[in-house]
C-alpha cells in the first residue's frame, strides 16, 4: 500500500508524518509526503523535535509538490484548512492538526506525539485489514 501524507507546503506536519511512516510501516506500506504548494524547505522546528528522537528528517525528505510523487492508495490531509487538490486513492482521511509553525517549541513536541500515535494506529489499521 503506498500512502501521501499531504499538507500546505510540505514542510512540517506531513513531513514528520513521512518520517515517522518510513520506520513505523516499513514492510507494511510505502510513505510518501507533499505539498500543494511547493515550501523551500523543512521546518527547522520540526527537524529539531524530530532529531530530538533520534529521527533525521533532513538526509532523506525534502518539500515536494503532489506531482513528485507516485500514484498512491491512501491520501492522509494533515488538517491543513484548504482544499486539497483530488489525488485518486482508494482511501482518504483527515488528522485535523494544528500547524505548529511559528509556535513555541513544545508545540512542536505535541503534534510530533500526535502524528507518531496516527502513524502507528495506522499501521495497526492496515495489518487488522480495517484498510486494505
Not at 507546503?9 to 506531513?14: L, V
Not at 514528520?16 to 524547505?41: D, N, P, Q, W
Not at 482518504?92 to 510530533?112: A, C, N, S
Request: charged content about 25%; proline content about 6%.
Amino acid at each position: 500500500m503506498k500512502i501521501a501524507f499531504i499538507c500546505v507546503h510540505n514542510s512540517c506536519r506531513s513531513q514528520m508524518a513521512e518520517a515517522f511512516a518510513r520506520v513505523i510501516g516499513l514492510g507494511v506500506f510505502e510513505a510518501y509526503s507533499a505539498g500543494t504548494h511547493i515550501g523551500t524547505k523543512i521546518n527547522p522546528d520540526a527537524v529539531a523535535v524530530m532529531r530530538e528522537i533520534g529521527v533525521d528528517m533532513e538526509l532523506q525528505q525534502r518539500p515536494k509538490v503532489l506531482q513528485d510523487i507516485p500514484p498512491v492508495d491512501m491520501v492522509v490531509t494533515m488538517g491543513c484548512n484548504v482544499d486539497c487538490p483530488y489525488l485518486p486513492c482508494r482511501h482518504r482521511e483527515d488528522w485535523g492538526l494544528d500547524d505548529p509553525t511559528g509556535m513555541p517549541v513544545e508545540d512542536f513536541r505535541r503534534v510530533r506525539q500526535q502524528v507518531q500515535s496516527k502513524v502507528l494506529l495506522l499501521r495497526q489499521r492496515i495489518e487488522s485489514g480495517v484498510l486494505a
